[in-house]
């Protein structure tokens, strides 16, 4: 398995000598997380990290809510050198998963591995950053957003204007555990939000 860190652009795991194999349990076959010759995206591995950076969208929620961090995206260059199976187990929230996973699935093909004369499916993981910092956030921003905010605060669910009474006009971001979307599965009037994009609902942590 290789990781690129978009951090350290010119530090990159090395190819291992001798291939490193696991079993793919859909098809029955060999695939490699280290090989003779590593699959290499068009114009190197900068251009891909460039190629990331000039092409991942801060969700806009993400932005409002001041989350920020890592996503581990993990995929596979195929034999024909495409990127294939993209996933990105939940760790931000907020679009933030999404995102990477979109951006990253959209790279152009690669040049795929070699082992032993013959092209091979190989696994690589890249952390994608997001990184601007937000220390408070402002119900009115929240209100005069084009999404609906719902608070999990201590297990019970408030109204932003409910939320805002124990939280203040604004609170510290820090104290935001997850977002997540929000499905009003009591159908609860106070929760419905008509003309908005998307509800999210915003846990506090206790």
Not at 14 to 35: C, G, W, Y
Not at 162 to 181: H, M, N, P, T, Y
Request: hydrophobic letters at 35%; charged letters at 25%; proline letters at 6%.
């Amino acid at each position: 398995m290789k990781w690129l860190n978009l951090l350290f652009p010119l530090f990159i795991i090395p190819a291992l000598s001798n291939a490193q194999t696991t079993q793919d349990t859909t098809t029955k076959r060999k695939i490699f997380t280290a090989v003779e010759m590593e699959p290499s995206p068009p114009g190197g591995i900068n251009t891909f990290f460039n190629y990331i950076n000039s092409n991942l969208h801060y969700p806009e929620v993400a932005k409002l809510l001041g989350i920020n961090g890592k996503v581990l995206v993990d995929f596979w260059i195929d034999k024909t050198g495409r990127v294939v199976d993209v996933s990105a187990p939940r760790s931000l929230g907020a679009g933030c998963e999404y995102e990477a996973k979109k951006v990253v699935a959209g790279s152009p093909r690669w040049s795929p591995g070699i082992q032993n004369g013959h092209p091979v499916k190989v696994h690589f993981k890249v952390p994608v950053t997001f990184d601007q910092v937000k220390n408070r956030i402002k119900m009115q921003e929240l209100k005069d957003s084009d999404y609906g905010f719902v608070f999990n605060i201590n297990d019970k669910l408030y109204t932003l204007d409910e939320a805002q009474e124990q939280l203040g006009k604004s609170f510290r971001q820090e104290k935001i555990e997850s977002a997540d979307v929000f499905y009003n599965q009591d159908n609860d009037d106070k929760f419905a939000m008509p003309g908005k994009k998307e509800i999210y609902v915003v846990k506090i942590k206790s």
